[in-house]
């Protein structure tokens, strides 16, 4: 054999040493890239844990605070939970039903171009900031009607609804299409197979969405601080009135003098992670449940 033969022979061999050493490369970077995120999000927990794990009790649960207190008083920050859970269950429960609404025409009734049309419009919507919305809704609301939990509300909602939306609508598509040609072919209308056979098989996947959205809108500030920010001190939970929410209480207690303020507004800050925290690892947890159902259906 020539040397030219077994130089020939070696040079496969060449690129498939150099493939693998990329592919190695590539792995130990994604590891990296992967360790620093775990890492980044590891330090922000420890930061804020260690600045608010001293008011962490449950006076800051049921305790409302005391403006100007002077000694040591007991205080918390219930209004501001209070508040929150108000605003978030109103945003779902506006938020809910269209985006489901929406990902059913779109996925089971429109032709392709005006679905194409309808996801372009849900994914400029889930980029639009929440300061953006904020004013959208002060102009629209509150100029005319005041502030108020309905407001706040509104503006959550527009948040949610893109993200709903978009979430049904990828779990509407993994359903076999085989589960709706066996209805139709039953001579059940279109309408009624979409309700009691397709859409039962996407409460999973549909919960999973809504939970994400919720921990999106949780944290929200911009929005809230045009449209529900004006609030009292007193624990109250009528939607006409402005609330205080957890978000506008940390920005409004990290802008303070007192020390003491410092330490509840990190409290509170640790309570809204931990919950943030929470919702994502039950979406994860039905958003897997979700999957292995629409396998057995298959």
Request: glycine share 10%; aromatic share 6%.
């Amino acid at each position: 054999m020539s040397a030219a033969d077994v130089s020939a022979l070696q040079r496969p061999n060449d690129r498939l040493r150099r493939r693998r050493v990329v592919n190695r490369g590539m792995e130990l970077l994604a590891w990296l890239a992967g360790a620093l995120g775990v890492a980044i999000l590891g330090v922000v927990v420890w930061s804020v844990a260690k600045r608010g794990a001293s008011e962490l009790n449950l006076d800051l649960l049921t305790k409302a605070p005391v403006p100007f207190a002077i000694g040591n008083v007991k205080q918390g920050l219930a209004n501001a939970f209070v508040g929150s859970l108000v605003l978030v269950g109103l945003a779902t429960a506006m938020a809910l039903p269209f985006g489901i609404l929406v990902a059913i025409y779109v996925n089971e009734f429109a032709p392709r171009a005006v679905r194409n049309g309808v996801g372009l419009v849900l994914d400029v919507l889930n980029g639009v900031p929440g300061i953006v919305v904020g004013i959208f809704v002060f102009g629209l609301v509150v100029v005319s009607h005041g502030q108020s939990a309905y407001a706040g509300a509104i503006a959550l909602a527009v948040l949610m609804l893109p993200l709903v939306a978009r979430a049904t609508i990828e779990v509407l598509a993994l359903v076999p299409n085989t589960l709706r040609e066996a209805s139709l072919a039953l001579g059940v209308p279109r309408w009624r197979t979409t309700l009691g056979i397709v859409l039962p098989q996407t409460v999973g996947g549909i919960v999973t969405g809504t939970m994400l959205a919720v921990a999106r809108v949780a944290g929200e500030t911009a929005p809230l601080l045009f449209t529900c920010s004006l609030a009292g001190t007193s624990i109250d939970s009528n939607p006409g009135h402005a609330l205080q929410t957890i978000p506008v209480a940390i920005f409004e207690l990290s802008e303070s003098a007192d020390p003491a303020d410092h330490a509840r507004a990190w409290a509170a800050a640790l309570v809204l992670l931990l919950f943030i925290l929470f919702s994502s690892l039950t979406a994860r947890w039905l958003a897997a449940r979700s999957r292995r159902k629409l396998g057995r259906a298959t």
